[in-house]
């Protein structure tokens, strides 16, 4: 009886130890980003080959930041547009090039007026190698494999790229990477959607909502797809569970007020919910007639590291912002059920429309946290994002 209770007080003693270990900020920066768990231990992210792609069918280079950081990228060619070109392809330097600009696959993307642009910002942890990432990047061009391109980047303190992440930081690689694409490359944001997982989907959000809120020349994309998104880092920390089975916060989180005590140390914050609504409002109050917005949200529901609910508020924040008087979450979720197309094999899509844009919530029954990344369900939202181009194709 007595060493049951010793147990008990050095466990909750342990564990509270362990919670204030996650206020010290350089821990907790690593257990959000885990940026050094990178999940490609031996691998060269310079030889891309190693994950299934064809010979310089990917480029990796590397990307400046305003603040002086390096960042690793890779560009990937669509396999319809490498097989145009193979052999020159196959006869051009392999690894890491020193000048992106000299590539074959560099001018192809920059000289063809009508090619698409992905900007793939993915989730916590890994690599650009790690996991689904691989297979995702093909699945972006599965519905034009001659047009899209996709430009992914590891964040500063991932991979090879110089540094240690912060929120300020991810959003400043981000901001990098769009600068990239539409100075350097010559793309058009009428030409590219933002694509992107998890950590990264509060990336992108932060990203579209800074360029289209600021004041001189604000930049609209031509879409978004959010790939098991969160609220924000608050509601994350309540429902977040460690590699999809250690619920880390459960225990506080039934104590509402000790949660929020503990969100108090918690330095990214991520207001996903609150930027979305801001930049969907931007856009709808713009006279600016780029200003216009396509935003697909993906969740499956057995994703056990971030619950899909968390994808119905973020729409509901999007949807409330794109109304002149606001909807509340119960009237939302009532006509949600009314309108939604149910999927055959399991899960439902929802879509609202407005004169600036459209929103669709997309729950898939099946796909876990990474996986989904790689199915139709997400090549075809990219395919869709562009579909304000390619109306507009002569
Ligand atoms: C919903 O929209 C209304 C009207 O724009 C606004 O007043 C309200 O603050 C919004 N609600 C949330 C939770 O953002």
């Known amino acids: 009886m007595k060493s049951g209770i010793y147990a008990l007080v050095a466990s909750t003693v342990g564990y509270f130890l362990f919670l204030g270990v996650l206020t010290i900020p350089a821990c907790q920066n690593q257990a959000i980003h885990l940026n050094k768990i990178t999940l490609t231990w031996g691998q060269d992210v310079n030889v891309p080959e190693q994950w299934g792609f064809l010979q310089n069918q990917v480029t990796p280079f590397l990307l400046d930041t305003s603040d002086g950081e390096t960042l690793h990228a890779w560009h990937i060619l669509p396999l319809g547009l490498y097989k145009k070109h193979e052999e020159e392809l196959i006869d051009e330097p392999a690894g890491l090039a020193v000048d992106i600009t000299s590539r074959l696959s560099f001018k192809m993307l ?3 007026p009508e090619s698409l642009l992905v900007l793939y910002l993915h989730g916590a942890a890994g690599t650009l190698g790690s996991g689904w990432r691989p297979p995702s990047y093909r699945a972006m061009s599965a519905l034009n494999p001659v047009k899209i391109h996709t430009v992914a980047i590891d964040y500063r303190g991932f991979g090879t790229s110089t540094g240690t992440p912060s929120e300020a930081g991810l959003l400043n690689d981000a901001l990098a990477l769009a600068k990239w694409a539409m100075e350097v490359a010559g793309i058009p944001p009428s ?12 990336v992108t959000i932060s990203l579209a909502h800074h360029l289209a809120t600021q004041v001189a020349n604000p930049i609209f994309f ?4 959010l790939v098991a998104p969160f609220a924000d880092v608050e509601q994350l920390t309540a429902t977040y569970r460690i590699a999809g089975t250690i619920p880390l916060l459960d ?7 000790l949660l929020d005590f503990f969100n108090r140390f918690i330095i990214a914050k991520w207001p996903s919910k609150d930027k979305l609504a801001g930049f969907v409002r931007s856009c709808e109050m ?4 780029n200003a216009r917005y396509h935003i697909t949200i993906i969740h499956a529901e057995d994703d056990y590291d971030i619950p899909w609910e968390h994808s119905d508020k973020l729409y ?3 949807v409330n912002a794109s109304s002149p008087h606001g909807i509340s979450y119960e009237e939302l979720e009532e006509e949600k059920a009314a309108s939604r197309s149910e999927l055959l094999g399991g899960g439902w899509v929802v879509e609202q429309n407005t004169q600036k844009g459209s929103l669709r919530e997309a729950i898939s029954k099946w796909g876990l946290h ?4 790689s199915y139709p369900i997400v090549s075809l939202a990219v395919w869709k994002a562009f579909q304000r181009e390619a109306s507009e194709a002569p």
């Open 316 to 318: 509901w924040h999007a």
């Open 251 to 257: 225990p506080i989180a039934r104590f509402p007020r």
């Open 222 to 225: 031509s879409g978004m797809v």
């Open 191 to 202: 030409r590219i959607v933002l694509f992107s997982q998890s950590l990264g989907t509060a």
């Open 110 to 112: 920059r000289e063809d």
């Open 286 to 289: 713009s006279t600016d007639d």
């Open 370 to 373: 990474d996986r989904i990344m």
